[in-house]
């Protein structure tokens, strides 16, 4: 990094010795001697601002923060947050009976276990997918873009006609071992 800041042979090792000593980094380094430069002490002009833009602390004092009412708390108002005679009739009854009544309401609803309805078949979802594809490629057609269609199209129905044939050949073998036992 000295090499490539352009410092001379000797700034790099005055800065290496001011390093090893653990001494801050010269704010200036005289390029070719070892003579320490002072730093000039130049007197500043004493600048006149005007009130307003005189440096002041942004701190206040106790006794205005105090009369402004930033250390008075708001008086605590208590709310009630329950029905207090609901829950005073709620423990009157646990103390009477031993049991909470609102958790005797509380029963879950009965789950109505109706028929599922039965599962659709997978052949005929298959023969209504290849329905909607062949709509959707004479709607394709009709606005002129048939070609970029088609190709896909006829792809994903032969594959639906792949699977409805496997459909039809397992559902024929079924048919031919019942054909059998019986």
């Keep these: 990094m000295m090499k490539e800041s352009k410092l001379t ?16 980094l010269p704010l200036q380094c005289s390029p070719t001697s070892s003579q320490r430069v002072l730093p000039s002490k130049q007197m500043t002009p004493a600048i006149y601002l005007p009130p307003i833009l005189a440096v002041r602390s942004h701190l206040r004092p106790a006794s205005i923060c105090q009369a402004k009412g930033a250390y008075s708390r708001e008086p605590f108002k ?12 709620r423990l009157q009854n646990i103390f009477a009976t031993g049991k909470d009544p609102d958790k005797q309401k509380r029963k879950p609803p009965p ?9 659709p078949d997978r052949f005929e979802e298959l023969v209504k997918e290849i329905q909607e594809r062949k709509e959707f490629l004479t709607d394709m057609e009709a606005l002129g873009q048939g070609r970029q269609y088609r190709g896909i199209i006829l792809a994903e129905s032969s594959q639906k006609l792949r699977e409805m044939e496997d459909i039809d050949h397992k559902r024929s073998e079924e048919l031919r071992k019942a054909l059998a036992t019986t």
């Design 9 to 24: 042979n000797f700034q790099q090792r005055h800065i290496m010795d001011t390093m090893k000593r653990g001494d801050s």
């Design 111 to 119: 789950v109505c276990q109706e028929d599922p309805a039965p599962e």
């Design 78 to 89: 208590p709310q009630a947050t329950r029905d207090m005679e609901k829950e005073k009739r």
